[in-house]
């Protein structure tokens, strides 16, 4: 069974909540980038690696996606 | 099953007369019934550190927790300088614990107050977590994402940050005889049926986009590149005038509440989650409830009174609604100390509109520098400008 996609504005929306729809663009683009990941629409295990990325920023940020992470895992 | 009961109370005075009061009335009402969960709310005139313990002692076998706050209120009407008391009887297993060192670690603070506590009950299906913490720790975000993480997926979250009468200096929980600043205190209440929590706000966002461009933690320094304080009093001179009133004369006393009525909302899409600054840090800076990372963009936000009302209503109506049929036996309400700085005497409508919404059953509640409600699903906990129901079913 073919891993099911979700898009990066799914993986914002998970972060947005806390930090607000700009700084989840921003810290989800970056992690990306740092990834090497361009596409748009990302498989499970990606969006997992950019807020594991993002997972490793100190303070709300880091906090904030491990939740969401959590929170995607269960998806 | 047995039916729960609720009583609440208000008293005034000296530490030990309230709790004498408090303690009085609340075992009057529940006519002989040992209540599971008792909670107090206690103003700075009744210092936690004195009243907590006196109100523990009283109640030796149920659960005790307490805040401090910015006012207080019960279904009979809200006060300054007094005590609060929300009891409840009924069939809960209630599980508490306390967390200490929360500004320097929100994840071992929550760790600390959680160790040890069971994550189900046979026989009680349904659980909700209550969270009350110090918000001048910066942390209040950071410590109910990770109580939510912690404790599972399934959790209802509801709670206050304490408060301090707007002193803004030092605020306290407590939970038993155990009087807290920089900590959290988490009780896990299993029930039959469920709780109800609901949430919600009635701020609008009132400057255009601002950017953080320096932070640390909770306190932002800039803001667009200049001081954050000068970009707050620039950004709300216009509302503030109509008011009658120049921030950048306020006495400090006064900066708190000023702060507490224009906040910062963070773009959520198609809504705003706001965020509290509480004090000045210094001639430029701004310390707020949680941390606001640098390049966040934030708008100063600000509500009209008639909203205020409005708002308070539909946290009761969502808190009603998760309850689904089940008469109520009373709630708990957690209530931004914004909406009375900005109801004023209305503030009594505001809590005459929660009671009717919840049938007209007892409350008892306190103003808050920071509420909590996290629901499964939820990305987000800590709020500000909110009113939160926690609804108990009969």
Known sequence: MPEPSISRGEVIKLLSQALGHEKATDVV??????????????????ALSVLEQIAQTPGLVGITARFAKSRLHLR | MAESKVATAMAHGSATEAAEKLVATCRAEL?????????????????????????????????????????????????????????????????????????????????EALE???????GFPHRTAILLLDPLSGSSEEA????????????????GAAGDDLALKCTHVSLGNRVIADG??????????PLGVGVCHGHE???????????????????????????????????????????????????????????????????????APLFRTGPHSIAFACGIPEGSVIRITESEPARQIDSA????????????????????????????????????????????ELGNVPLAGFETYGEIALDAGDLSGFHNTTTVVLAFPK
Not at chain 2, 144 to 159: E, I, N, Q, V
């Open chain 2, 184 to 193: 959290v205190v988490v009780a896990n209440v299993f029930s039959k049926q």
């Open chain 2, 313 to 356: 209503k539909e946290a009761a109506r969502r808190a009603r609604a998760q309850v689904g049929d089940l008469p109520l036996a009373g709630a708990v309400v957690f209530d931004c100390i914004c909406r009375n700085l900005i109801l004023k005497d209305d503030f009594k409508t505001a809590i005459a509109g929660i009671h009717e």
């Open chain 2, 205 to 275: 966002p009132h400057s255009a986009p601002l950017t953080v461009t320096r932070a640390e933690g909770g306190v932002v320094h800039e803001i667009d590149g200049r001081p954050a304080w000068e970009v707050w009093v620039e950004h709300t001179r216009d509302a503030t005038s109509k008011l009658g009133f120049d921030p950048a004369t306020l006495p400090e006393s006064e900066v708190g509440g000023f702060f507490l009525r224009f906040e910062a909302g963070l773009s959520q899409g198609d809504a705003y989650k706001i965020r």
């Open chain 2, 31 to 111: 006519q002989g019934c040992e209540p599971a969960l008792v909670m107090v709310f206690a103003s700075t005139t009744q210092p936690l550190s004195e009243l907590a313990p006196l109100v523990a002692a009283s109640f030796p076998r149920s659960t005790v927790l307490g805040a401090s706050t910015a006012g207080e209120f019960t279904e009979a009407g809200d006060a300054k300088h007094s005590a609060v008391m929300f009891a409840l009887c009924g069939d809960y297993r209630i599980f508490a614990g306390m967390g200490t060192g929360l500004k320097a670690s929100a994840e071992g603070a929550v760790a």
């Open chain 1, 29 to 46: 683009a970056q992690a990306a980038f740092r990834l090497g990941i361009r596409r748009e629409i990302l498989d499970k295990s990606q």
């Open chain 2, 116 to 122: 040890g506590m069971p994550a189900q009950v046979v």
């Open chain 2, 144 to 159: 109910t994402l990770t109580t939510a993480a912690l404790m599972g997926f399934d959790l209802r979250l509801a709670g």
